[in-house]
């Protein structure tokens, strides 16, 4: 069991940066991989970035490569460094965990944090 609680959003002009952090508790927050999804409104949601148990593995999606760092600067807490924001960033993010498949396919479980607005607006 895994429980995700974010923070971090707010508001920021386009070309600016964002930090978003993830605290995870719980029994397996070991052994899970961890994920950002977003969702903006009136669309699904979209996997941003994921990263597996440890930081050896991490990707990312092309909408967000380059700009966007996934990583860890403690012990179960997470980051979403963004960069170079762009309107279209505009989302609640998620903290979500999961796991990484052999063939490189993040799967989610349904472990969610509450989310955290992020908007970027002139």
């Known amino acids: 069991h895994v429980q995700l609680v974010e923070s971090g959003g707010g508001l920021v002009q386009p070309g600016g940066s964002l930090r978003l952090s993830c605290a995870a508790s719980g029994s397996d927050v070991d052994v899970v991989a961890m994920a950002w999804y977003r969702q903006a409104p009136g669309k699904q949601r979209e996997l941003v970035a994921y990263?597996?148990?440890?930081?050896?593995?991490t990707g990312y999606s092309d909408s967000v490569k380059g700009r966007f760092t996934f990583g860890s600067d403690a012990k179960n807490t997470y980051y979403l460094q963004m960069n170079s924001l762009k309107p279209e960033d505009t989302a609640v993010y998620y903290c979500n965990a999961g796991q990484l498949s052999r063939t490189g396919v993040y799967h989610e479980y349904d472990y969610w944090g509450p989310g955290t607005q992020v908007t970027v607006s002139s």
């Open positions: 990263r597996t148990p440890g930081g050896g593995t």
